[in-house]
């Protein structure tokens, strides 16, 4: 089966910087996707790894290890606004843009 | 950025009506697009996949016959829960690609959609 685990909630205070792991077993692996969805929002594209190693979007940094299975995202300076849902999702078949998500990471940010 | 839509944004129906839930990608046109259901705290599932003008794929354990999916252009594909149950009540959101291969899916804003 398809798994992409998440650590359920993570807190930290403004200005930190916070990392969120996924680790993921999926029958295929075509690259990483991190999403940000706040409450009754729509996930939107933070950042996509098809490679190992670090890929920097302004705050936000994503990294991968396809021999660990596992990916993280970064967040650095942290805002109250970053106070959502993060998703690691996997593309697990090549050519095809269907993505499985994983369980899912609260972040709460306080002043 | 691409923009999709999604109408209605909330939606409340009796147990045992039909709802017609629409998804549509603004400025580019979507040769697939995905539906998802999220329940409150959870993570977003895929229900179906759905093809410009060929019949969707729905994911185990997901009824075709309950979640009908027409994709008639490649602006728009709708997702009709019929004879709805309170179980049915779920946000469900829409998504939208390419096909270029594109590493990103567009998401709409989704639905609430609550069966009394």
């Known amino acids: 089966g398809q798994s992409l685990e998440q650590p359920s909630e993570v807190t930290a205070v403004e200005g930190a910087i916070v990392q969120i792991n996924c680790t993921y077993q999926?029958?295929?692996?075509?690259?990483l996707s991190w999403y940000q969805q706040h409450d009754g929002g729509a996930p939107t594209f933070l950042s996509y790894?098809?490679?190992?190693g670090l890929e920097e979007t302004g705050r936000f940094s994503s990294f991968l290890s396809r021999s660990d299975s596992y990916g993280y995202l970064l967040l650095q300076e942290l805002q109250m606004k970053d106070s959502a849902s993060y998703f690691c999702?996997?593309?697990?078949?090549?050519?095809?843009?269907?993505?499985?998500f994983g369980t899912g990471t609260r972040l709460l940010v306080s002043p | 950025g691409a923009v999709v839509s999604q109408h209605p944004s909330r939606v409340i129906c009796k147990s045992g009506t039909s709802v017609k839930i629409e998804c549509r990608s603004l400025?580019?046109?979507?040769?697939?697009m995905f539906w998802y259901r999220q329940f409150p705290k959870q993570s977003l599932m895929l229900m179906a996949t759905?093809?410009?003008?060929?019949?969707?794929?729905?994911e185990q354990g997901v009824e075709k016959d309950k979640f009908l999916i027409n994709h008639a252009s490649l602006t728009l594909s709708t997702l009709t829960v019929t004879s709805a149950h309170p179980e049915d009540s779920s946000f469900y959101i829409c998504?939208?690609?390419?096909?270029?291969?594109?590493?990103?899916?567009?998401f709409g804003p989704g639905t609430r959609l609550t069966v009394l």
């Open positions: 998504s939208a690609g390419t096909g270029a291969g594109a590493d990103t899916q567009y």
């Open positions: 999926t029958s295929g692996f075509y690259g």
């Open positions: 790894n098809a490679l190992d």
């Open positions: 999702a996997v593309r697990d078949k090549a050519g095809f843009q269907k993505l499985v």
């Open positions: 400025d580019f046109q979507a040769t697939t």
């Open positions: 759905s093809n410009e003008g060929s019949k969707a794929t729905y």
